[in-house]
């Protein structure tokens, strides 16, 4: 099954969660964390700088049976 994530607000120093049918008597986990851009955080805050790392990268091998090899690891 898919986790549910779900951003909410919180009133009056509690949460009402409603769980989805078919979870009645299953053993959940229940995590809670702040929402980043309530502290100030956004994506269009965070700019990375890739620029130390492009260039060029040589490979000696074939390509398709290292892609093989690591899809087989699966």
Same mark, same amino acid.
């Given at each position: 099954?898919?986790?549910?994530?779900?951003?909410?607000?919180?009133?009056? #120093?509690?949460?009402?969660?409603?769980?989805?049918?078919?979870?009645?008597?299953?053993?959940?986990?229940?995590?809670?964390?702040?929402?980043? #851009?309530?502290?100030?955080?956004?994506?269009?805050?965070?700019?990375? #700088?890739?620029?130390?790392?492009?260039? @060029?990268?040589?490979? @000696?091998?074939?390509?398709? @049976?290292?892609?093989?090899?690591?899809? #087989?690891?699966?």
């Amino acid at each position: 099954m898919n986790p549910i994530r779900k951003i909410l607000n919180v009133e009056d #120093d509690a949460i009402l969660i409603k769980m989805p049918k078919g979870m009645n008597g299953m053993k959940v986990e229940v995590s809670i964390t702040p929402v980043e #851009d309530e502290l100030g955080v956004t994506e269009e805050t965070i700019k990375y #700088d890739f620029s130390d790392l492009a260039g @060029k990268l040589t490979w @000696k091998g074939d390509a398709v @049976k290292e892609q093989r090899r690591l899809r #087989d690891e699966w």
